[in-house]
């Protein structure tokens, strides 16, 4: 049986920050300034920042309308298919069932043909990983660090890979504790995975 590879989407493997203001300003007005990781608080109106109420509508609107405005962030492609040959490679993201035939052929259009599994919004993915990847050797990319604090709780075996694709937020977004590595460089990323493939940790 071939290793496991669990990858993160928004991010990680697309573009999400400059689809989703092009979206925001020309659809409704708003600005995102990436002034903090925590994508409510950087919402605005007018320069007052968004209530908590109106977030999740708009993340929504976001997925329903724009996810074809997303392309493939720096050295995706010819990482991740080359590590094709060596994983079996799913994508665990956090959009809602709904979205799911959007985002494979968004993917699919830009040459990533993998099993998507939607986690729903805001909900962390220790679970899934620990479903996912039983009884063999797995590795999870994530660009956010709760979600590493997640799956080192309930799959404490799986490689831990923190990367943040997109250069706008790299600097904003601290390494995340409790991953094994952070890398936001997909070739060197690469061959962090494929070491640890190497070394088999399985549950």
């Known amino acids: 049986m071939k290793p496991l590879l669990i990858l993160d ?3 990680v493997l697309m573009h999400f920050i400059a689809p989703f203001q092009a979206w925001l300003d020309g659809r409704h007005g708003l600005e995102l ?3 903090s990781f925590a994508l409510l608080g950087n919402l605005r109106r007018n320069g007052v920042p968004l209530e908590a109420s109106e977030f999740a509508p708009l993340l929504d ?3 329903d309308e724009a996810q074809p405005t997303q392309t493939l962030l720096p050295g995706v492609a010819e990482a991740v298919n080359g590590l094709a040959a060596r994983a079996d490679i799913v994508i665990l993201t956090n959009i ?5 035939e959007t985002r494979l052929a ?4 830009e040459g990533l ?10 909900v962390p993915k220790g679970r899934a990983v620990a479903a996912l990847a039983e009884g063999r050797p797995a590795v999870f990319v994530d660009d956010l660090p709760p979600h590493h604090g997640s799956v080192a709780r309930h799959a404490p075996h799986v490689g831990r890979l923190h990367l943040v694709g997109e250069p706008v937020v790299q600097a904003i977004i601290p390494a995340a504790p ?3 590595a952070r890398i936001d460089d997909w070739g060197a990323a690469r061959g962090w995975i494929e070491d640890w493939f190497h070394k088999g940790v399985v549950a």
């Not at 809602?96 to 799911?100: G, M």
Request: glycine share 12%; with cysteine.
């Open 9 to 11: 989407c928004d991010g």
């Open 33 to 35: 300034r990436m002034d």
């Open 61 to 63: 609107g976001f997925f």
């Open 96 to 100: 809602e069932p709904r979205h799911r």
């Open 106 to 109: 968004v993917l699919a259009r």
């Open 113 to 122: 043909n993998f099993p998507v599994h939607p986690n729903g919004e805001g």
């Open 178 to 180: 409790d991953a094994h």
